[in-house]
């Protein structure tokens, strides 16, 4: 069965520190993932995806991620956080017309 | 622009009662869908559409209704409302499945059933 996990519910983060958001994920196929962020009574925003070739991604707002097939495993970094980065963290596997979402991280930045 | 509009943003309904959330998209979008968000839960698909006249269920179905008439709406109906269909209700859409797709998002409608 497809389905991803984000296995940290909630990390803590100084202001100015790197940070890396884990998303494992079980899918059959050649996966295409994702990664969303959710700001407090906001919708989704995509941050970055991922389908073929070169298995380090950038995207928006300074984040990467990095596709470890070995792994099963598409983790995503910055490498200095920001305040305005406090949000819920989403990762995704397209599965055919739908997206099936992990149950999300939330972040939270110390000044 | 408009991208993905849900209407309404806010709805507070009483057990028993039938409502009907609204999504529009004006990117002509073949493919749409609705989720909903619970705390801890992530987001869970409920039905979806991969073009007019088309909708199949999703991971949460019972409860809501679903009919796809035109590309552009996708408007997801309960019947019957129930305390635990309280919930944030997300509606997407995209123009592919497979490499080079990209869900956009609307602005959810957050429902209370009381």
């Known amino acids: 069965a497809q389905s991803v996990t984000q296995p940290d519910i909630h990390i803590t983060v100084s202001e100015g520190a790197s940070l890396e958001l884990r998303c494992n994920y079980s899918?059959?196929?050649?996966?295409?993932l994702f990664w969303y962020v959710q700001s407090p009574g906001q919708g989704l925003q995509l941050l970055l995806k991922y389908f073929s070739g070169d298995t380090l991604v950038q995207g928006i707002k300074g984040f990467e991620a990095e596709f470890k097939r070995s792994q099963s495993s598409f983790n995503l970094r910055k490498p200095s956080v920001h305040w305005s980065d406090a949000a819920e963290y989403f990762c995704?596997?397209?599965?055919?017309?739908?997206?099936?979402f992990g149950t999300g991280t939330r972040l939270k930045v110390l000044a | 622009n408009a991208g993905v509009t849900q209407t309404p943003k806010f709805q507070v309904l009483k057990t028993g009662q039938s409502m009907t959330l609204q999504c529009a998209q004006d990117m002509n979008h073949e493919y749409m869908s609705w989720y909903r968000q619970d705390p801890g839960m992530g987001l869970r698909l409920i039905h979806y559409s991969v073009g007019a006249g088309i909708t199949d269920q999703g991971e949460v179905p019972n409860g809501y209704n679903v009919s796809r008439s035109t590309t552009e709406d996708f408007p997801l109906r309960l019947l019957l409302a129930a305390p635990s269909q309280t919930s944030v209700y997300f509606c997407?859409?995209?123009?592919?499945?497979?490499?080079?797709?990209?869900?956009?998002f609307g602005q959810g409608t957050r429902l209370t059933v009381v």
């Open positions: 995704a596997v397209e599965g055919t017309y739908k997206y099936i």
């Open positions: 997407a859409s995209s123009y592919g499945s497979g490499e080079n797709t990209e869900a956009f």
């Open positions: 899918y059959g196929a050649t996966p295409y």
